[in-house]
């Protein structure tokens, strides 16, 4: 299959022919150029002869056209207008008055577009759009610090908190929330919403446990992080670890009901968290009439007298009484019966609850059983 050859476009013919003429202008004062080559004037005889063929060909087209009553017009791709210089539609636009004058505008407009986008956001959190919210807050805080001032990013990290104490799911608003807290260290709110927030996560969120951390070496008077840190212990039952945060706490502020609380409740679960390694009945007697004081102090009175009787219901074997450095060593053991049994101490305990309670007989009856010589 032969190929067809290439068409040349109009300009290229038009340069080839440009030697014919070149050839045909010598002159003796204008002096004699150098003789093209055979092959040079074998081409630019057959682009004069194509570029005539072209122009009858044209004149044909054109004559049919117009007979036909056609609007015609040329399809030659090669007939290109002459470009035109053409002048800018505003060419005296944001000169140096003109463009002090349009920054100044923008500067003022750059307020109103971000209190715009702070109604949005509220609108969108009162519809609970959280996700849309926070990102067009994440979007706004990326702005440049010359762009919005520290205020109005103080207005939208404080909403991108509320919307992570509002949502299901936080982890998308645990920075601001962070944020309001290394602001705030000593607010008691503030904390409150962290705990809150992190409250919600299902598994352990590992940066919550680092900022505490870091929380506890900036603000070593700040008691909180402690006290969350105590906190989430006890929900995986680490009671010791719990009571440990717990007297940190209590160093800083030993008059907060709230640590006495925690405190206390955290000792109470590790006494009752030792009855299933106990080995000796002493030890488990100690432990209960310990739990029973607990309760006792708290108020507990129901539960502090079923454990009062607990104790009065458990036998333990006496041991001799142990002699001080100072004593002989040579004299007899001192046998005294009830020295390692806690029945008067819980009888008594027990006898104040009866009598408080209006219950006097329940109450002799039992000094009569345990504290009578």
């Not at 053409?86 to 000169?95: R, Y």
């Not at 819980?346 to 002799?364: E, Q, T, V």
Request: proline share 5%; charged share 25%; with cysteine.
């Amino acid at each position: 299959m032969v190929r067809p050859r290439k068409k040349l476009p109009k300009s290229v013919l038009f340069e080839r022919v440009k030697l014919l003429d070149e050839q045909e202008g010598h002159n003796v004062f204008g002096g004699f150029r150098p003789v093209a080559k055979a092959s040079e004037l074998e081409k630019a005889h057959r682009a004069k002869k194509s570029l005539q063929r072209r122009a009858i060909l044209k004149e044909e087209k054109k004559a049919a056209a117009l007979a036909a009553g056609l609007d015609w017009q040329s399809d030659s791709e090669d007939e290109t207008l002459p470009k035109v210089k053409q002048e800018p539609p505003l060419p005296d636009f944001l000169n140096e008055q003109d463009h002090l004058q349009f920054t100044l505008h923008v500067s003022t407009f750059i307020p109103n577009v971000l209190c715009l986008f702070f109604m949005l956001c509220k609108a969108l959190v009162s519809v609970r759009r959280y996700s849309e919210a926070l990102e067009l807050i994440n979007y706004t805080l990326k702005l440049e610090y010359n762009t919005i001032s520290d205020e109005k990013r103080e207005e939208f990290r404080s909403l991108g908190a509320h919307i992570a104490y509002s949502t299901r799911d936080p982890k998308h608003g645990y920075d601001y929330v962070r944020y309001i807290v290394q602001q705030h260290p000593h607010s008691v709110a503030a904390w409150n919403c962290y705990n809150k927030v992190i409250s919600r996560f299902d598994s352990h969120f590992a940066r919550h446990t680092k900022f505490l951390l870091h929380m506890r070496v900036e603000q070593k008077d700040c008691v909180m992080p402690m006290v969350i840190h105590g906190n989430q212990f006890t929900m995986i039952s680490q009671h010791q670890a719990a009571a440990a945060e717990y007297l940190e706490a209590y160093k800083v502020q030993p008059e907060s009901p709230l640590i006495n609380l925690c405190a206390g409740t955290a000792l109470i679960n590790l006494a009752l968290g030792k009855a299933g390694n106990m080995t000796l009945w002493l030890t488990f007697q100690e432990a209960l009439y310990n739990v029973a004081r607990a309760y006792h102090h708290v108020g507990l009175v129901t539960l502090a007298a079923s454990y009062y009787e607990k104790v009065l219901a458990m036998h333990v074997k006496d041991y001799p009484i142990p002699k001080l450095p100072y004593e002989d060593s040579n004299l007899a053991a001192n046998k005294k019966p009830g020295h390692c049994n806690l029945h008067r101490e819980a009888a008594y305990n027990l006898h104040l609850l009866y009598k408080k309670s209006g219950a006097k007989d329940l109450a002799r009856q039992v000094l009569k059983r345990y504290c009578t010589l």
